[in-house]
């Protein structure tokens, strides 16, 4: 499945204002550098990733499930001060509720993609972008 193909189905599945929600943080996430790729699986999905080995911050399917990652690489524990950050980003943000919280790897939102304001998952992209920038390539 290819990006507009998930933007499709996420229209057919949850209307306009889902599709609306992949577009607005499909452009923000590119803005911030992001690498976004359409994901496999049965429901398929957007795929947030950031820098040269695509650190994963946020993933959302067409059925509107976000989610949220504190443990950007799947093979090796996060740094505690960045999981940490993340976490405590995620406890303070009335917004962005966790199924559970805190998270160790990643977290599944209570609300669909388009239930949740736009400042609050643009806002995660910025934080996690700027927290992986931070502990895997400050100098």
Same mark, same amino acid.
Do not use: W
């Given at each position: 499945m290819d990006k507009l193909s998930v933007i499709q189905l996420a229209?057919?599945? !949850?209307?306009?204002p889902r599709r609306d929600a992949l577009e607005s943080l499909l452009v923000r996430a590119r803005d911030l550098g992001c690498l976004v790729d359409a994901g496999g699986g049965r429901?398929? +999905?957007?795929?947030?990733?950031?820098?040269?080995? +695509?650190?994963?911050?946020?993933?959302?399917?067409?059925? !509107?499930d976000v989610k949220l990652y504190v443990q950007p690489h799947p093979n090796k524990t996060?740094?505690?001060?960045l999981s940490s950050r993340?976490?405590?980003?995620? +406890?303070?943000?009335?917004?962005?509720?966790l199924?559970?919280?805190?998270?160790?790897?990643? +977290?599944l939102l209570k609300e669909k993609v388009e239930d949740v304001p736009m400042e609050a998952l643009v806002e995660f992209l910025e934080t996690a972008?700027?927290?992986?920038?931070?502990t895997y390539y400050a100098q």
């Open positions: 229209q057919e599945k !949850g209307g306009r429901v398929g +999905g957007i795929n947030f990733r950031f820098g040269s080995i +695509g650190y994963a911050i946020m993933d959302i399917s067409t059925e !509107g996060a740094p505690e001060a993340l976490n405590q980003f995620l +406890g303070e943000h009335a917004h962005l509720k199924k559970s919280h805190p998270i160790n790897c990643h +977290g972008v700027q927290a992986i920038r931070e």
